[in-house]
Each structure stands twice: as C-alpha cells, then as structure tokens.
C-alpha cells in the first residue's frame, strides 16, 4: 500500500452470525462486535509496515477461538511504500531554439517508476513510460518552469517536483555601418 493510502484486508467467518472479532496490529488491539455477514474486510491504513493478525473471533453460541497464542495464524502482512521522488537533470547548455536534454532522475521505494507525467515550460506535456533521456526545444530564451511528477509500479503517486530553468538567448551578430557619406 501506498504511504497515506488504505488497504482492505478481505476475511471469511464460519458458525452462526453475529460474530465478534478481535484483531491487533501488534501495538493496538482492536474488537469489531456483531458482525452479520460471513464475508468481510476491515480498512487498514499503516505508516509502516505492519503485520495484522486476528486474536479471537466469537460467534452467537458463545462458541470461539483464541488465536492469540499462535503467532502464524490468520496473519496479513501491510508493507508501506513510501511515495517516489521525482527528479531530473537538465542538460548545462540550454539555449533558445536548441535542443535541451532532459534526463530523469526519479526514485522509487519498494519498486520502480514506471510512468512520468512532465509538464514542459515550452507549452509541451509528456507521459513517459520510461527514464531515456529526451530533448525538448524552447523556442524564447527566459526563464520556464519544468515539472515532473512520478507514479511507481505499485501505483503510488509522487508529490509535483517544480523547478524554473533558464534558457539563454543566441548570441547576435551584426555590422555597424558608420553614420557619414561618401563623395
């Protein structure tokens, strides 16, 4: 799961409705009473990597199981993956009407970046699956802003990584012709 995301942990309870089910993420202890339905899921939103386990579960016959004493029983193990981190290298020689090479940087947590979403300061925007570098050309020296947000393979979206550029001005040449006539 993704940092700040939840994720639905699905479990099936057999005997007779209702039931009361305990469960502990190993620092918290949790109980969910009269439950109807024999199939359910409980939303789960760590910051860590946490392992949930179910403790006890009782049905309306007062019939039960301690599972609290068996540590592999009814386990489900949350691993948290930190949100990537956009970045990008941009080429020294940046001029206007040139190409400028832009080269990604990004990072990931427990996976990959699979897909980059670029907004280029010259009006272009880009989708690319993969981190090749590429050119773009801005066609007026100044100042532009790039930004470059990430999406690793397991679906976690970075935050928008915002940086102003500046693009040079071609040089000028140019002839002075002096003020005077001939005769």
Request: aromatic share 10%; with cysteine.
């Amino acid at each position: 799961v993704c940092i700040g995301n939840s994720r639905a942990i699905q479990y099936q309870l057999s005997g007779k409705a209702p039931w009361n089910l305990s469960y502990t993420d190993g620092a918290v202890n949790y109980t969910i009473n009269n439950l109807q339905n024999s199939n359910n899921s409980l939303s789960v939103s760590p910051t860590t990597t946490t392992i949930y386990r179910i403790t006890n579960l009782i049905d309306s016959n007062l019939c039960g199981i301690n599972l609290s004493l068996n540590a592999n029983a009814l386990k489900d193990t949350i691993k948290v993956n930190r949100l990537p981190i956009p970045n990008f290298n941009v080429s020294t020689i940046r001029c206007e009407k040139n190409e400028v090479v832009f080269a990604d940087q990004s990072t990931a947590d427990l996976d990959a970046v699979s897909d980059r979403y670029w907004i280029m300061g010259n009006g272009n925007i880009l989708n690319l699956l993969n981190g090749n570098p590429f050119t773009q050309v801005f066609p007026n020296w100044g100042k532009d802003t790039v930004k470059l947000a990430v999406k690793s393979s397991f679906g976690c979206l970075s935050d928008t990584l915002t940086r102003i550029i500046d693009i040079y001005p071609l040089p000028l040449v140019g002839f002075k012709i002096p003020f005077f006539c001939l005769n």
